[in-house]
């Protein structure tokens, strides 16, 4: 595949638009923690493990880059609040499995809060074609995996 030329005046476009697109990212999330009283980090746990199913704790730090230390916190303070169990792996006595608690009026809020996002964005991606919504996509799993991949990186340094 052959890039066309960038500009320094389209890259520096780019990088705002990048920058905004974060912005409002991370503060949609920090309302929508706000609104179920987690943190973002605590809410993005809970994404994981409803798009993963029970998994274990290093399940979890692969999927966020976190530490297994701050893993082990995090699954601790949502256990205490009753949003998470930890049980043992049934196909492997030895592992233990963190496993969402079902929460009704969690489910309410995000539905809520989701529910219009949700056709707003289907609304969006009616706008593109298939191979347009295949670039999206690409993109979006690239961000993803240099986002862990630094995250851990972050995570893993020791502070000056």
């Known amino acids: ?18 920058a905004e697109f974060a912005t ?4 949609f999330h920090e309302a929508v923690g706000k609104l179920l009283g987690l943190s973002p980090v605590e809410r993005k746990c809970l994404d994981t493990l409803r798009r993963l199913g029970p998994v274990t704790a290093g399940a979890i730090g692969e999927h966020t880059g976190l530490t297994t230390g701050a893993v082990t916190g995090l699954v ?8 998470v169990v930890r049980e ?6 030895r592992k233990v499995v963190v496993k969402l608690v079902p929460n009704e009026r969690n489910a309410a809020l995000m ?9 707003d964005m ?3 991606g009616s706008k593109y074609n298939q191979d347009e919504v295949l670039a999206i996509a ?23």
């Open 88 to 93: 043992r792996d049934p196909h492997d006595r």
């Open 76 to 83: 601790d303070r949502l256990e205490k609040a009753g949003h």
């Open 138 to 160: 690409d993109w979006i799993r690239r961000t993803t995996d240099i986002l862990v991949a630094n995250t851990r990186r972050i995570t893993t340094m020791d502070a000056p």
């Open 122 to 124: 289907t609304e969006l």
């Open 111 to 119: 539905a809520t809060a989701f529910g219009p996002f949700i056709e």
């Open 1 to 18: 595949m052959l890039m066309a030329q960038v500009t320094p005046e389209q890259r520096d476009a780019g990088a705002m638009v990048g």
């Open 24 to 27: 409002a990212m991370v503060v």
